[in-house]
């Protein structure tokens, strides 16, 4: 890789036909980038080609430069905007604590996990009132698939903490704060996931002040076996048949339990969240990992709409290969994302960072994604979401690939609309025995 530290002028030149800067080649950027002052712009480019070519893959200045830096690049260089799309805004204090050596895994956790964003998928379609099965773009627009894609990047816990904040001012720049489920919503299971993180890690587990007495047993219990013991399930008031242990029952027994806990909720909101578990736990056990009864939630989904993500992360404790092969293989596809070893220095693949965003969001107005009706933002250097944009579905509901370039005669579509109607009423007639109906074809072409 190849370093250089140059002024604001400097990074300006690189972007002109000839350039001549001096660069140093290191196997260490983080050690090699020397800024001798504050608005000193540090660069980083992969290999030489691309120094040739002169936008560099990723650029280092400190934290509090950030705003100011794209302010000045919105003006001085308008024609790459957003240049957080083909430049890696990185923050020169993570630069220090980021192991870019690291590829991407969160160990024991994976299945509650990737169990946690399918779920999230299913909810947020149900309670959109959408049909159609989640796919790979609707997983990874969840609040779980930024989190659990943050975690496997190896960022520290204390850091996550600014997640909630990140996502949901994206979510109502980008979607109008219309979505469902929102981060306020999951922070439990933000909390619950985290705390199987630390434990599988350093055995520590959930912090007492995350969660409500009766989650943070759960949360220790499905961290050390995958199920709950009958102290937590009493503590719950699951009510299991005959107070036996749920893996003693069968089938027909645990749907029936299910069935009793779902008739028996109260609509107490101090409770809710642990009702919300109670029911995914008790769906899950059913036929555990396998994703197979998450209908069964359907009726409790807009009183209890963390119900399902609750479902996935128990899902999670089961068998890995049930869990990855369920939806026809979307766990597999998920887990292919999460994994995804996105080096910190290479340029980025999103549409634009959160921090350009939060300086210009009229960009949405004009920004090019690369999937339509849909914004794929960097939430944290190598860490990016999708995000479905209002703007564009408000246009286009049904979320068809919109073109890039709308036709010169928008009254051309409604001709052929027309064409095609009649074409239609000649058909019918022709079924019914009747002559075609006569009309003026001029022009048409038969």
Same mark, same amino acid.
């Given at each position: 890789?190849?370093?250089?530290?140059?002024?604001?002028?400097?990074?300006?030149?690189?972007?002109?036909?000839?350039?001549?800067?001096? $660069?140093?080649?290191?196997?260490?950027?983080?050690?090699?980038?020397?800024?001798?002052?504050?608005?000193?712009?540090?660069? $980083?480019?992969?290999?030489?080609?691309?120094?040739?070519? #002169?936008?560099?893959?990723?650029?280092?200045?400190?934290?509090?430069?950030?705003?100011?830096?794209?302010?000045?690049?919105?003006?001085?260089?308008?024609?790459?905007?957003?240049?957080?799309?083909?430049? =890696?805004?990185?923050? !020169?204090?993570? $630069?220090?604590?980021?192991?870019?050596?690291?590829?991407?895994?969160?160990?024991?956790?994976?299945?509650?996990?990737?169990?946690?964003?399918? #779920?999230?998928?299913?909810?947020?379609?149900? !309670?959109?009132?959408?049909?159609?099965?989640?796919?790979?773009?609707?997983?990874?627009?969840?609040?779980?698939?930024?989190?659990?894609?943050? +975690?496997?990047?190896?960022?520290?816990?204390?850091?996550?903490?600014?997640?909630?904040?990140?996502?949901?001012?994206?979510?109502?720049?980008?979607?109008?704060?219309?979505?469902?489920?929102?981060?306020?919503?999951?922070? /439990?299971?933000?909390?619950?996931? /985290?705390?199987?993180? =630390?434990?599988?890690?350093?055995?520590?587990?959930?912090?007492?002040?995350?969660?409500?007495?009766?989650?943070?047993?759960?949360?220790?219990?499905?961290? *050390?076996?995958?199920?709950?013991?009958?102290?937590? %399930? =009493?503590?719950?008031?699951? #009510?299991?048949?005959?107070?036996?242990?749920?893996?003693?029952?069968? =089938?027909?027994?645990?749907?029936?339990?299910?069935?009793?806990?779902?008739?028996?909720?109260?609509?107490?909101?101090?409770?809710?969240?642990?009702?919300?578990?109670?029911?995914?736990?008790?769906?899950?056990?059913?036929?555990?990992?396998?994703?197979?009864?998450?209908?069964? !939630?359907?009726?409790?989904?807009?009183?209890? *709409?963390?119900?399902?993500?609750?479902?996935?992360?128990?899902?999670?404790?089961?068998? @890995?290969?049930?869990? /990855?092969?369920?939806?026809? #293989?979307?766990?597999?596809?998920?887990?292919?994302?999460?994994?995804?070893?996105?080096?910190?220095?290479?340029?980025?693949?999103?549409?634009?960072?959160?921090?350009?965003?939060? +300086?210009?969001?009229?960009?949405? *107005?004009?920004?090019?994604?690369?999937?339509?009706?849909?914004?794929?933002?960097?939430? /944290?250097?190598?860490?990016?979401?999708?995000?479905?944009?209002?703007?564009?579905?408000?246009?286009?509901?049904?979320?068809?690939?919109?073109?890039?370039?709308?036709?010169?005669?928008?009254?051309?579509?409604? %001709?052929?609309?027309?064409?095609?109607? @009649?074409?239609?009423?000649?058909?019918?007639?022709?079924?019914?025995? %009747?002559?075609?109906?006569?009309?003026?074809?001029?022009?048409?072409?038969?």
């Amino acid at each position: 890789m190849f370093v250089a530290s140059l002024s604001r002028q400097e990074f300006v030149d690189l972007f002109r036909d000839s350039h001549s800067i001096r $660069v140093e080649e290191t196997a260490s950027p983080a050690s090699a980038l020397r800024l001798r002052d504050r608005s000193e712009i540090g660069c $980083v480019w992969t290999d030489r080609h691309s120094v040739a070519a #002169g936008l560099p893959s990723a650029v280092v200045i400190p934290q509090d430069e950030h705003r100011d830096f794209l302010a000045w690049c919105s003006s001085y260089l308008a024609p790459l905007s957003p240049i957080t799309a083909l430049s =890696r805004l990185v923050d !020169l204090d993570l $630069v220090e604590d980021f192991d870019d050596s690291r590829s991407p895994e969160i160990g024991r956790a994976e299945g509650p996990f990737v169990g946690a964003i399918l #779920g999230e998928a299913f909810a947020l379609q149900r !309670l959109g009132e959408r049909s159609a099965s989640p796919g790979l773009a609707s997983c990874m627009s969840t609040f779980s698939y930024a989190l659990a894609r943050c +975690v496997a990047a190896g960022y520290r816990h204390s850091l996550l903490d600014s997640l909630p904040r990140r996502w949901t001012f994206c979510s109502d720049i980008v979607e109008d704060g219309v979505r469902p489920l929102d981060a306020v919503e999951l922070d /439990l299971h933000h909390q619950f996931l /985290l705390g199987i993180h =630390r434990f599988n890690e350093d055995r520590s587990g959930p912090s007492r002040a995350a969660l409500p007495r009766g989650l943070q047993g759960a949360c220790l219990d499905l961290a *050390k076996k995958g199920e709950l013991s009958r102290a937590t %399930a =009493r503590r719950l008031g699951l #009510g299991l048949v005959d107070s036996r242990d749920s893996s003693a029952l069968n =089938r027909e027994e645990r749907f029936l339990a299910f069935q009793r806990y779902g008739e028996a909720l109260s609509a107490n909101r101090a409770e809710r969240e642990v009702h919300s578990f109670c029911l995914g736990y008790l769906a899950n056990s059913i036929s555990p990992g396998s994703f197979n009864h998450i209908d069964l !939630l359907i009726p409790y989904l807009q009183s209890f *709409k963390t119900a399902a993500v609750w479902y996935g992360i128990c899902a999670g404790f089961g068998s @890995r290969r049930t869990l /990855l092969a369920s939806a026809e #293989g979307l766990g597999w596809r998920v887990l292919r994302e999460l994994l995804h070893w996105d080096r910190l220095w290479e340029r980025p693949r999103s549409d634009i960072s959160i921090g350009e965003l939060e +300086v210009w969001p009229d960009t949405l *107005k004009t920004i090019r994604t690369n999937i339509s009706g849909l914004l794929n933002v960097e939430v /944290l250097p190598t860490c990016s979401v999708l995000f479905r944009r209002a703007d564009v579905m408000r246009l286009n509901p049904s979320g068809q690939q919109i073109e890039m370039f709308q036709p010169s005669h928008p009254g051309r579509p409604l %001709a052929l609309l027309a064409n095609l109607r @009649r074409d239609i009423d000649d058909l019918e007639s022709m079924l019914k025995g %009747a002559p075609p109906l006569r009309r003026d074809t001029r022009g048409r072409s038969d």
